[in-house]
């Protein structure tokens, strides 16, 4: 099968990090197997161009490592149609028939597993051995659904009259938008589509304008895997035309259901769009969760849940946390064992290089917000005790920040980056009442070894995801969604399915007794 190789990326590593390490500036470049680097719209069961296109960047570097078709309102509501058209004969597939189609996209992607994985870390800065658990991941997706499809179970109600049987049905909802972001360009389709799919709905993605590459490559093997045309459509779009676009998705009567994942004040924008048609909707939307350590902790673990939730991707991802809270009892060990634990751990680096475990944020806008809350923190009294600095455009040195008071900026707004705020409390009323005090509440996490007090906190706590002594949360089998202004419904799990659902009820009536 043939390859494609795009040029090395050594000359622009070291034009935009100056004295960086010397590991920091080998050469990479992106080779995958042709069939998966596509650069054009799936609308159809068809690639298709559009009159323009625009240019997908290697964060680490600034350069170009692919130019991608530039969807607009037209593509979008061809897309939109062929769904729609597709769904007629979809919904009437068996659920045999959607559970094997799936876990033959399942079976392909774990084949493609090395090729997906670096798609995703040249187009997102994520670190290769990470892009490698992301592929995995999003593949658990596409084997539960596969599970999940043939469990769509409905009920036959006992009757309060003799002559009549009550049914309640479950069928799919119709054509389903899915609005995906660029922290998680393979999972975070593959944990809409696998369950849309399942339920017996048609798609049509729009992937991160950072990111489309990894979107592509799943619907080139959709479309090996033998779906339907129209079923699966993907409309890749610049940042420029992404508004337009997104209003189609929402708007369109042919429309039914919107899954989104980002963040809370676009999420807003879209609900508000998708109201005037009533559209069903699910929004996976910001976090700020908080990470409490307790006297009682075991100190070790903390450190290392610390460590997975906050330095995971960067710190991009949505329920990574963000608010440290650590018991004074504890406080001056913990920021010994996390400090030393940072300096062993940590590398900054092209996500290529096998030695990175702290890739690029996905642009110089999130370094630079990542910035503003270390200076806006030390300008109102936090000391830096490790990291604080940019390197270069996209790169932010792991941060370490204590004297932390809840004024800061970083305890008050989602960071998104490599940023480890610690704030000291005195008791377990302090700490959740910090905790709580914010409009959004994805996840939390704590450590305690006081079974009564992991009861209290873990039902205390005001969100959807709660790990106890425990820092990584996801996985297929549980539920995945927040509350508060975190979003609607969730994904995942036995549940997920069921955002793609409707119930309908069936009166049999004139039964003889």
Not at 503 to 513: A, I, T
Request: with cysteine; net charge neutral; aromatic share 6%.
């Amino acid at each position: 099968m043939r390859s494609v190789c795009l040029p090395p990326t050594r000359r622009v590593l070291r034009c935009l990090l100056p004295g960086a390490p010397a590991a920091m500036n080998r050469s990479f470049s992106l080779d995958v197997t042709a069939p998966l680097l596509r650069t054009q719209a799936l609308v159809d069961g068809r690639w298709v161009s559009a009159a323009a296109a625009f240019p997908v960047l290697d964060p680490a570097t600034g350069e170009e490592i692919a130019r991608v078709t530039d969807c607009g309102p037209a593509e979008a509501k061809q897309a939109v149609e062929a769904a729609h058209r597709a769904f007629g004969s979809w919904k009437q597939t068996t659920a045999k028939e959607r559970s094997q189609l799936l876990r033959k996209w399942f079976d392909l992607l774990t084949r493609h597993t090395e090729d997906l994985a670096k798609l995703i870390t040249f187009e997102s800065g994520k670190p290769l051995r990470e892009a490698r658990g992301e592929v995995t991941y999003g593949a658990s997706f596409l084997e539960w659904f596969s599970e999940e499809a043939r469990r769509v179970y409905g009920d036959i109600v006992p009757s309060p009259a003799r002559d009549r049987k009550i049914l309640l049905l479950k069928q799919p909802v119709g054509v389903a938008s899915i609005i995906t972001p660029w922290n998680f360009p393979n999972a975070m389709i593959t944990r809409k589509v696998g369950a849309a799919l399942a339920a017996g709905c048609t798609v049509v993605v729009k992937p991160a304008e950072d990111t489309p590459l990894s979107a592509l490559a799943l619907a080139e093997l959709a479309q090996q895997a033998g779906f339907p045309a129209g079923v699966v459509n993907v409309v890749p779009c610049s940042r420029e035309r992404t508004p337009s676009v997104g209003a189609v998705l929402c708007t369109d009567p042919l429309v039914d259901k919107i899954s989104f994942t980002g963040s809370t004040a676009t999420g807003k924008l879209l609900l508000k769009m998708a109201a005037d048609t009533v559209k069903k909707a699910s929004m996976e939307l910001g976090g700020h969760a908080p990470f409490i350590v307790f006297d009682s902790a075991d100190l070790d673990k903390a450190v290392g849940g610390a460590m997975a939730s906050k330095f995971r991707n960067a710190g991009q991802t949505c329920v990574c946390s963000n608010r440290f809270l650590v018991q004074r009892g504890v406080y001056d060990r913990f920021m010994e064992k996390v400090g030393v634990a940072m300096e062993a751990e940590l590398r900054l680096g092209h996500g290529a290089d096998p030695d990175t475990t702290q890739g690029p944020l996905i642009n110089a806008r999130a370094a630079e917000k990542v910035a503003t809350q270390v200076a806006d923190a030390v300008s109102r009294g936090a000391s830096v005790l490790r990291g604080g600095k940019r390197v270069g455009v996209s790169f932010m040195e792991p941060t370490l920040l204590a004297g932390v008071t809840t004024e800061m900026l970083c305890m008050r707004e989602e960071t998104f980056g490599p940023l480890m705020p610690v704030l000291r409390f005195d008791t377990e009323e302090e700490a959740l009442a910090i905790a709580n005090a914010s409009s959004v509440g994805l996840a939390g996490y704590f450590y305690s070894q006081d079974l009564s007090q992991v009861w209290r906190v873990a039902e205390a706590l005001q969100v959807g995801l709660v790990g106890v002594n425990e820092g990584l949360l996801s996985t297929p089998e549980a539920s995945f969604g927040g509350v508060k202004q975190s979003g609607l419904g969730c994904e995942g799990s036995k549940y997920g399915i069921r955002e793609y659902l409707e119930v309908k009820y069936m009166c049999l009536g004139g039964l003889r007794p």
